[in-house]
């Protein structure tokens, strides 16, 4: 590709819309938001490209654009795009930014993934393997907001409720509808509310932790991938809690000296990764794809398919706090 080109990468979840624009070869991020759509994909992803298009001049430079997600497919066929699978993009995004990393947990609005890699295995390459669970709500950001709801505990709450220094209790983590029933019998008993949260992320782990590394380890690093785990400081106290009792258990060498911070952390955009990927992928593929016209064809097909007057939303900030 030629060195003035960009790549715009679209991840289109189930709850929310990421997007990266960076120059072609570099690892630069020049544009990124990430919203919830409220179930307004096709808008979301409209009012990112327009912006896209607009804060970064690019009528004149050949763009190419990469999209993925479950709600991707139908429109990078649209826009002229190319898809990725997602599972692929977010590999990508690891494996070019963290070689040093062995497992990555991505959290996503319906659906959790973890991934497993192995340079020793492969040689020069990289084998991976992954497992992925998106039949059922359960364990993901979906799940979360739900009980949060339940619990009248607010986005700003949520993202600064701790889970060391809480009593915790038996919440399935499996199906959303008997963690509610969980929770909904503990608050009757007077339990108080952040004892409750921290007992949902115990839950989350443990139930993602038994169902989809299918009896393999997440050795370190691992990488906490997605908006729950980027934003939700209790998550990933309770991913550091019992990753290392894991290890311990299965003789899983550790650096003496390392914290347990620096081996089972979100890295910098950890939400973004799906996006990131996208645009290694189209990186990879060079001028096989075809320059992006323009967010126009997305605006027609989107009126035509729903009515000119059915313009829609285009999303709420998504989850915000530190990943500190």
């Known amino acids: 590709m030629a060195a003035s080109s960009l790549i715009v990468?679209?991840?289109i979840g189930s709850t929310t819309v990421k997007a990266v624009a960076m120059p072609a070869g570099e690892k630069k991020i020049l544009w990124q938001d990430y919203r919830r759509h409220e179930t307004e994909q096709g808008r979301t992803a409209l009012d990112f490209l327009r912006r896209i298009h607009g804060d970064l001049g690019l009528p004149g430079r050949t763009v190419r654009l990469c999209l993925t997600g479950s709600g991707a497919s139908e429109i990078a066929r649209v826009t002229g795009g190319r898809f990725v699978q997602e599972v692929n993009a977010v590999s990508l995004a690891v494996e070019t930014r963290h070689r040093d990393a062995r497992s990555a947990v991505e959290l996503g609005g319906q659906d959790a993934k973890i991934l497993f890699f192995d340079r020793e295995a492969a040689g020069n390459g990289c084998k991976r393997a992954a497992s992925m669970n998106d039949k059922c709500a359960g364990g993901t950001g979906a799940f979360i907001d739900k009980?949060?709801?339940?619990?009248?505990?607010?986005?700003?709450?949520?993202?600064?409720?701790?889970?060391?220094?809480?009593?915790?209790?038996?919440v399935a983590g499996k199906c959303g509808v008997f963690a509610e029933?969980?929770?909904?019998?503990?608050?009757k008993?007077?339990?108080?509310?952040?004892?409750?949260?921290?007992?949902?992320?115990?839950?989350?782990?443990?139930?993602?932790?038994a169902v989809l590394t299918r009896g393999r380890v997440l050795c370190p690093q691992v990488l906490l991938l997605g908006g729950p785990n980027t934003f939700l400081m209790g998550l990933r106290e309770a991913w550091q809690e019992h990753l290392p009792r894991i290890w311990r258990e299965r003789g899983i060498e550790v650096p003496s000296q390392a914290r347990v911070?620096?081996?089972?952390?979100?890295?910098?955009?950890a939400e973004y990764y799906g996006a990131l990927g996208a645009v290694e992928f189209a990186g990879e593929q060079g001028d096989e794809i075809a320059p992006w016209p323009g967010p126009d064809a997305l605006e027609r097909w989107l009126d035509n398919e729903?009515?000119?007057?059915?313009?829609?939303?285009?999303?709420?900030?998504?989850?915000?706090?530190?990943?500190k």
Not at 147 to 170: T, V
């Open 9 to 11: 990468g679209l991840d």
């Open 147 to 170: 009980l949060s709801a339940r619990l009248s505990i607010g986005r700003e709450q949520l993202c600064r409720q701790r889970y060391r220094g809480h009593a915790l209790h038996n």
């Open 181 to 187: 029933t969980d929770i909904t019998g503990l608050q």
């Open 189 to 209: 008993q007077g339990v108080p509310a952040a004892e409750l949260m921290a007992s949902l992320f115990e839950a989350i782990v443990i139930q993602n932790l």
């Open 261 to 269: 911070e620096d081996l089972v952390f979100a890295p910098e955009n």
């Open 306 to 323: 729903h009515g000119s007057g059915a313009r829609g939303r285009s999303g709420v900030p998504g989850l915000r706090g530190s990943v």
